[in-house]
């Protein structure tokens, strides 16, 4: 029998299980409750905060049926055919009240659409409802975005990843002593970026590491190990990052950092674990299962001095420091980042 990975297993299919977006449901639940749907939503938010998950958990509400939702991922270059194909396929009733049509990383819409798509979205027949998925709102069309109502996706509180990781361990019935399971909870919930898919695969991580050894010492260096084992969508920010600090292209990095400043402790976090794998790879002690990530590096840069990636790791450190005990804007941004 072939176990469901967690983040599948776990993923909500009502709005109660939809977790640490409490203005997010409020607000759904008001435009179903009086039966005043929009045409055009646009959720925003982080990678990971749950974006296409609800798109499909309002497809689900108002049709009680997932038959008449169609769902394309913009990004996919196969979509393009698809994208097209709507404007003739809107034309046509559903089996339900709503045809709902998901656009999933919407932002790049534009390079893709034509005149008579770009009317239809704006000016939808009265039964289809669309939903507009992205973490780049600022990329959309204002006559698009202008169009949409709302709804905005947050960060989730550490608190609701621990409890969420919390339940998770009981539905599986975990064998893992209460206290160690908690101290893994929280590390999890400090350094998964405020995103429950995150949160949950390096659970998973955290799981697969205590079934084979369950006498393993739960510290911050155990953690950084699992946590450089598992994908995150900050990887490749991470690498770009990193690159340009070896560059030592300061402007680079400010803008890079300015683009995303709501994740940039994140991003330094990750960037952190990438240069810690590149100084245990330079003295020979690397985990080889490390090495995807270094090559994306490599690509780029030559093989470095141990030395200078080890003053390189000192210097991330210090930045780290200093963006943690200030607000972070576009002062301390430059500030920080002058020191590397």
Not at 78 to 100: A, C, G, N
């Amino acid at each position: 029998m072939i176990n469901t990975p967690y983040d599948l297993k776990y993923r909500p299919k009502i709005l109660k299980r939809f977790l640490g977006q409490p203005n997010a449901v409020a607000q759904i639940r008001g435009f179903l409750k009086n039966t005043n749907i929009p045409p055009r939503i646009l959720i925003t938010g982080n990678t990971g905060t749950g974006k296409t998950t609800l798109a499909r958990i309002i497809a689900n509400k108002l049709n009680n049926s997932d038959e008449d939702t169609i769902e394309i991922n913009v990004s996919d270059k196969r979509s393009i055919e698809d994208i097209r194909d709507l404007v003739k396929i809107i034309r046509f009733k559903p089996k339900h009240k709503y045809k709902v049509i998901i656009l999933d990383e919407v932002q790049g819409i534009q390079k893709l659409s034509s005149n008579a798509f770009l009317k239809a979205l704006e000016e939808p027949p009265p039964h289809i409802i669309w939903i507009l998925c992205t973490n780049e709102p600022e990329a959309l069309l204002p006559t698009i975005k202008n169009r949409c109502e709302l709804i905005a996706l947050e960060h989730i509180p550490p608190n609701i990843i621990i409890d969420n990781l919390l339940y998770i361990a009981g539905k599986e019935q975990l064998k893992i002593p209460p206290k160690s399971l908690m101290l893994a909870c929280k590390y999890i919930a400090i350094n998964s970026n405020g995103s429950i898919r995150d949160s949950i695969n390096q659970f998973s991580a955290f799981v697969n590491r205590y079934s084979s050894n369950p006498k393993f010492k739960i510290d911050d260096s155990t953690f950084k190990s699992i946590l450089l084992k598992t994908e995150s969508p900050l990887d490749d920010l991470a690498v770009e990052f990193l690159v340009n600090v070896y560059k030592n292209n300061i402007a680079s990095l400010i803008k890079l950092a300015l683009i995303n400043k709501d994740q940039l402790v994140s991003i330094l976090f990750r960037t952190m674990l990438l240069n810690r794998f590149i100084v245990e790879e330079l003295s020979g002690a690397a985990n080889r299962r490390f090495i995807p990530l270094y090559k994306k590096f490599q690509s780029q840069i030559a093989k470095p001095n141990i030395k200078f990636s080890v003053l390189i790791h000192n210097k991330l450190i210090f930045v780290k420091k200093e963006l943690l005990t200030k607000p972070i804007d576009e002062d301390s941004i430059i500030c920080a980042l002058s020191h590397l």
